[in-house]
């Protein structure tokens, strides 16, 4: 069963607007949630991070909100840059068999049109 | 230079041929990690080594096995590849993290082997 869901594959916005992209999770044991972007043919790398005590973490263009009575939480760029044109994934850490593990999304690729 | 080095970078081989992916880092960290991606399905964790002795099962490691030759090496290999092994593979490293409640350990992911079995 997919513990955390990126149910959108691919979204696509105009330069300057917002972009929303969303994660659910269904694991109420996670306890820090973090977004990695992935260009081509280069390996993911982090982006930002959120706390489960939080519920929500900004930094520069990025914001991230966890809802999570909804087990739910998004990433907010603003505005969006045709530099931001990736794939997002969402990935949760939690204790599984005594060990700090992340479990991902299946991602989003972000489209920015100019 | 890059912290987190793969080789190869692309590789073909054909079903039954054994593989081995190569994977170092420089960034001094304990812990090390193989993933795979396939479209539609994201990042799933192969196995991970928490240090030179700690090897551990991830959520797909069937069909693969591990080396930690050292701190700074992580193999994986395929002893006998299928074609349903044909994905992008993912090496990554990490610190143990925070300590308190709530810790979590950023991955450090290079850049990537992507492997075709025909």
């Known amino acids: 069963d997919q513990q955390v869901k990126q149910n959108s594959p691919s979204l696509s916005v105009q330069e300057g607007r917002i972009s929303i992209l969303n994660c659910d999770y269904t694991?109420?044991?996670?306890?820090?949630f973090l977004w990695y972007k992935k260009y081509p043919a280069e390996g993911p790398t982090f982006l930002i991070s959120?706390?489960?005590?939080?519920d929500k973490n900004e930094d520069g263009r990025f914001t991230v909100f966890l809802n999570k009575s909804a087990k739910h939480l998004s990433l907010h760029i603003v505005p969006s840059q045709p530099g931001d044109s990736a794939v997002y994934f969402c990935?949760?850490?939690?204790?599984?068999?005594?060990?700090?593990?992340?479990?991902f999304g299946q991602g989003t690729r972000l489209t920015i049109n100019p | 230079d890059a912290d987190v080095t793969q080789t190869p970078r692309n590789r073909i081989t054909k079903t039954g041929k054994r593989i081995m992916l190569e994977c170092s880092q420089t960034k001094g960290h304990d812990r090390m990690y193989w993933y795979r991606q396939d479209p539609g399905l994201g990042l799933r964790l192969i196995y991970y080594s928490f240090d030179v002795k700690d090897i551990n099962k991830g959520e797909i490691s069937d069909g693969y096995s591990v080396s930690r030759q050292a701190q700074a090496k992580f193999s994986l290999s395929l002893e006998s590849a299928i074609p349903n092994q044909t994905a992008l593979y993912f090496c990554?490293?990490?610190?143990?993290?925070?300590?308190?409640?709530?810790?979590?350990?950023?991955?450090?992911f290079g850049p990537g082997t992507r492997l075709t079995v025909l």
């Open positions: 694991n109420s044991m996670f306890d820090y």
């Open positions: 959120i706390s489960s005590i939080k």
């Open positions: 990554a490293t990490s610190d143990p993290g925070g300590q308190g409640l709530s810790s979590y350990n950023e991955q450090f």
């Open positions: 990935a949760a850490s939690g204790r599984s068999q005594g060990a700090q593990k992340l479990v």
